[in-house]
């Protein structure tokens, strides 16, 4: 079983490159005068590769490594040492007594080789594991501002760089979750065509609904791992084969994104499956309970190093796996060592909310021309609501955006929005599948007002309300803006609540404490908002939602038909934060929508 190995220990484009720059970076540290030129020669070369079309495995098989624009003969030997040796003799001499956790820091934007040193010598963050993590506390805790060449601002650049970088805005960017979600679906669908094909299943950050993710890597079961790898390197949409082995292979296809496949007979597909999809933090803490009790984990299975042959127990399933640990199964989305495997032990896991829990949609933009402050809907309310038929829905609500108050008095408000509701009570009296909330996307100004008078207001069953304008404010004020906003009678829902959008911008910052606490005493809820570049809330503060007893609903913010299915990920974001069906209140009847509309 060499293969699948092989594939994870030939250095990718991306490691290389980074490698190449940690060299630079700790020639920068030890003297960056002195080596000055030996800084430019590293990071062009790190630059040269990650860019590169084609992997530098090729280059190097092909004895090509010296057609490489801005690579010297100096790098490229020691190139070729790293593809003989597996290392290099002068990086280790190179990389000698600089910490690793600097190189960690050095991948968040905005970090600088003598910035990463300082923070690090100073704070003495020498676990790579943890530095992120423990260099936030003390940004958090206001030691930063503290130290020379550093200060108030700085502190919180970091703070903010940090927040960043876990959303995913590295120095590559990620796929959002739906975006890669399509493309997996697509060539899972090809894959299943081959009949050899006993299971397959994605792997890692896209089988735990990450909301970025980087490559696409599946697992297959087969006995017949010739024909499989035949066949998925042949996939129509590929770009080109950067690897063909005997039990994985990876290709990548347009839009340069890359796909591994990795093969195992079905007795083992199971432990497999466990050990690819990760967290690494899940792993590894897996890992130490198991050892705990005498077992040791791989990606083969479970041997026991108390018996005295230590043979190796196969398991075709993962809930085998996990049973073999005394462990309650964990659904993907919980693996991230959030207390899933304590809470396993108890056998306490909780029943996470599921898509068929869901009984409407809050938040649709149709196309009724109620000429909005903000984009108008694609479709209209027919086309809208049949798909809510088709969805098995028991309510829809209609959520356009609020009449332009620029361009209208509030009577002309008053009055489009009458249109509207004249327009939806023709469809209550005869559409006798799906009940129909009337409810508006409604503006909070920056003073806390809501966009629209009472009187308008008055028409709605509830409003949900949200943040356009005015991003910058600070904490404080964002927040009080917010709580006023939500606490008129009409406000039911705060709309994709932190405003972010995934590898773009980070949103604005809310005091969740306080905005949890006003919910729960006024019975309003956050909204997980399923728009893929939003995916807002995010996943942590959904689970902090959670604990703290407040109402969620999903909502798929669909301008559009066909996005009325993006509810599964809002759904997937739920189950990444613990949810139940008790915490979403779209999982209830109309009936009790009615009465919290109106509690
Ligand atoms: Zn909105
Ligand atoms: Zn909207």
Not at 149 to 162: C, H, P, T, V
Not at 554 to 571: N, R, T
Request: net charge positive; aromatic share 10%.
């Amino acid at each position: 079983m060499v293969n699948a190995l092989v594939l994870f220990l030939c250095m990718s484009n991306k490691e290389i490159a980074k490698l190449l720059e940690n060299v630079a970076t700790a020639y920068t540290i030890k003297n960056e005068k002195k080596f000055r030129f030996q800084i430019i020669a590293y990071l062009k070369a790190s630059e040269t590769i990650a860019e590169l079309n084609g992997e530098l495995s090729e280059y190097y098989k092909e004895e090509k490594l010296d057609q490489l624009p801005g690579i010297g003969p100096t790098i490229q030997s020691h190139l070729i040492e790293l593809f003989k040796k597996k290392k290099v003799k002068h990086f280790t001499w190179v990389l000698k007594g600089i910490p690793k956790s600097i190189f960690v820091l050095t991948d968040i934007p905005s970090f600088g080789p003598k910035k990463a040193f300082k923070l690090v010598s100073f704070f003495k963050l020498n676990n790579p594991k943890t530095v992120i993590d423990e260099l936030e506390k003390v940004a958090k805790r206001g030691k930063i501002a503290n130290l020379e060449g550093f200060g108030e601002k700085s502190q919180q650049d970091i703070l903010r760089a940090i927040a960043e970088f876990r959303e995913g805005k590295g120095k590559t960017t990620r796929m959002v979750l739906p975006y890669a979600f399509e493309i997996a679906q697509k060539v899972m669908d090809y894959l299943k065509q081959e009949k050899t094909i006993e299971r397959v299943e994605a792997l890692g950050s896209l089988r735990r609904r990450v909301s970025t993710i980087g490559d696409i890597d599946f697992a297959v079961a087969t006995k017949n791992p010739k024909k499989v790898i035949e066949h998925f390197t042949n996939y129509p949409y590929k770009e080109r084969i950067i690897e063909k082995g005997e039990v994985s292979a990876s290709i990548l296809i347009s839009g340069g994104r890359q796909i591994d496949l990795l093969i195992q007979p079905l007795e083992s597909f199971g432990s497999l499956l466990q050990h690819f999809t990760g967290s690494k933090n899940h792993n590894v803490h897996l890992r130490e309970y198991a050892l705990k009790k005498g077992l040791s984990l791989s990606e083969y299975g479970i041997k026991n190093l108390k018996s005295k042959s230590k043979s190796l127990q196969k398991y075709s399933s993962e809930e085998d796996f996990y049973k073999a640990l005394s462990l309650q199964w964990i659904t993907p989305e919980l693996r991230e060592d959030q207390g899933e495997i304590e809470t396993a032990v108890k056998n306490k896991l909780p029943k996470l909310v599921e898509l068929t829990d869901i009984k409407g949609d809050f938040h649709i933009h149709s196309n009724f021309p109620i000429e909005p402050s903000h984009d108008l809907g694609k479709d209209s309310m027919e086309e809208m609501l049949e798909k809510a038929r088709q969805l098995n829905y028991e309510y829809l609500g209609f959520s356009e955006h609020n009449p332009s108050t620029s361009k209208h008095t509030s009577k002309e408000i008053y009055d489009l929005l009458k249109k509207r509701d004249e327009k939806i009570e023709q469809f209550k009296s005869v559409n006798k599948y799906v009940r129909i909330f009337k409810l508006l996307e409604v503006d909070i100004l920056p003073s806390g007002d809501l966009a629209i008078d009472n009187k308008s207001l008055e028409l709605l069953d509830a409003a949900i309300i949200s943040i356009h304008s005015v991003f910058t404010m600070g904490k404080d004020e964002m927040t009080q803006r917010v709580l006023k906003g939500l606490s008129h009678k009409k406000a039911k829902i705060l709309a994709h609540p932190t405003g972010r959008l995934l590898n773009d911008r980070y949103g604005y910052d809310l005091d969740f404490e306080k905005v949890f606490e006003f919910c729960k005493k006024h019975n309003k809820a956050l909204e997980i908002n399923s728009w893929p570049q939003r995916l807002d809330l995010p996943d942590t503060i959904i689970k902090q939602a959670v604990e703290n007893n407040v109402n969620l609903v999903i909502d798929s913010d669909s301008h559009a038909v066909s996005q009325m299915e993006l509810q599964k990920y809002g759904v997937f974001m739920a189950r990444r934060g613990w949810a139940t069906k008790n915490d979403i209140l779209n999982t209830m009847s109309y009936n009790e929508i009615i009465d919290w509309f109106n509690d």
